[in-house]
């Protein structure tokens, strides 16, 4: 079946950076949009930043704007979030999500069916 695994999440200072990776199996990433999602503890899940196929357009939730960008490595069927400039108020799991993909992507959690297990950002001193 379709599967997402996300890595790179841990530890960091305010003003620090990370990338976050999400590695798609069975099926190739490049044809889907591809979603970044976080929930913080007791908060909803928020759409953060979101990418159509192929060259499509990204969206971004306003806070993050000018701090995260994604990018794709489509021969390792994987996009990439960077997240510099980081907060403690981008402290949460991290989610990547899928869905076929358009050249718009959405940022509403509802309209993806596939997501990764979630990896942990902490953002403190």
């Known amino acids: 079946q379709l599967q997402l695994v996300e890595s790179g999440g841990g530890l960091v200072q305010p003003g620090g950076s990370l990338r976050l990776s999400c590695t798609a199996s069975?099926?190739?990433?490049?044809?889907?949009?591809v979603g970044w999602f976080r929930q913080a503890p007791w908060k909803e899940r928020e759409g953060v930043l979101c990418?159509?196929?192929?060259?499509?357009?990204?969206q971004y939730l306003d806070s993050v704007k000018g701090r995260f960008a994604t990018s794709r490595n489509n021969a390792e069927n994987t996009v990439y979030l960077q997240m510099n400039s980081l907060k403690p108020e981008d402290t949460g799991v991290y989610y990547c999500?899928?869905?076929?993909?358009?050249?718009?992507?959405?940022?509403?959690?509802?309209?993806?069916?596939?997501w990764g297990q979630g990896t942990q950002v902490t953002v403190s001193s």
């Open positions: 999500a899928a869905v076929r993909g358009s050249y718009y992507c959405s940022l509403n959690v509802a309209q993806y069916p596939y």
């Open positions: 069975n099926f190739t990433l490049e044809t889907y949009n």
């Open positions: 990418v159509g196929n192929k060259l499509g357009r990204t």
